[in-house]
């Protein structure tokens, strides 16, 4: 929820000519989203419907396409807009960044292995593989262990 808000802020906070409708339009789109989520799960993720499923990605896409837009209009001001004073611009690059981070875990948080309500429910065991697998933890055949127990020793030539 904390990302959620932090993404809804800084879209708010970007120039008003990097924002494809009115400033509020989009972030009350996304507190709408927000809400029934929230009001769902308010304390933990335990439960989940289709309808929680299709309303957390959805609110991720929102987020995804607000911020591709301004990024798009973001690189048409700087490359055609002959902006005198390129210091707006520059602080919108850095809000669309880090919404984008933001958005990415978001996006990330909500498919990995089915999801966040999956992953507290489920047993380890029965939950697939992650989505991502990082090279530390690598080994030649697929794992389940927690990323706390240390990895098995390296063998052969780094490449």
Same mark, same amino acid.
């Given at each position: 929820?904390?990302? !959620?808000? &932090? &993404?809804?802020?800084?879209?708010?906070l970007l120039p008003q000519r990097l924002l494809i409708a009115p400033r509020y339009v989009l972030p009350a789109l996304e507190c709408l989203l927000l809400i029934p989520l929230v009001a769902i799960n308010p304390k933990r993720l335990t439960r989940q419907t289709k309808t929680f499923r299709v309303l957390?990605?959805?609110?991720?896409? +929102?987020?995804?396409?607000?911020?591709?837009?301004?990024?798009?209009?973001?690189?048409?001001?700087?490359? $055609?807009?002959?902006? %005198?004073?390129? =210091?707006?611009?520059?602080? &919108? &690059?850095?809000?669309? *960044?880090? !919404?984008?981070?933001?958005?990415?875990?978001?996006? $990330? *948080? /909500?498919?990995?292995?089915?999801?966040? +309500?999956?992953?507290?429910?489920?047993? =380890? @065991?029965?939950?697939?593989?992650?989505?991502? =697998?990082?090279?530390?933890?690598?080994?030649? !055949?697929? @794992?389940? %262990?927690?990323?706390? /127990?240390?990895?098995?020793?390296? !063998?052969? @030539?780094?490449?």
């Amino acid at each position: 929820m904390v990302a !959620t808000l &932090a &993404a809804i802020a800084l879209y708010l906070l970007l120039p008003q000519r990097l924002l494809i409708a009115p400033r509020y339009v989009l972030p009350a789109l996304e507190c709408l989203l927000l809400i029934p989520l929230v009001a769902i799960n308010p304390k933990r993720l335990t439960r989940q419907t289709k309808t929680f499923r299709v309303l957390s990605l959805t609110l991720v896409g +929102v987020i995804v396409v607000s911020n591709l837009v301004a990024l798009v209009i973001l690189i048409h001001e700087l490359l $055609y807009a002959g902006v %005198k004073d390129g =210091r707006p611009l520059l602080v &919108a &690059a850095l809000q669309i *960044w880090l !919404t984008n981070i933001i958005v990415f875990g978001l996006a $990330y *948080w /909500e498919l990995d292995r089915g999801g966040p +309500v999956s992953r507290t429910q489920a047993p =380890r @065991s029965s939950l697939p593989l992650a989505d991502f =697998r990082f090279s530390r933890t690598r080994t030649t !055949t697929p @794992s389940r %262990k927690s990323p706390t /127990e240390p990895a098995p020793p390296r !063998t052969g @030539s780094p490449h």
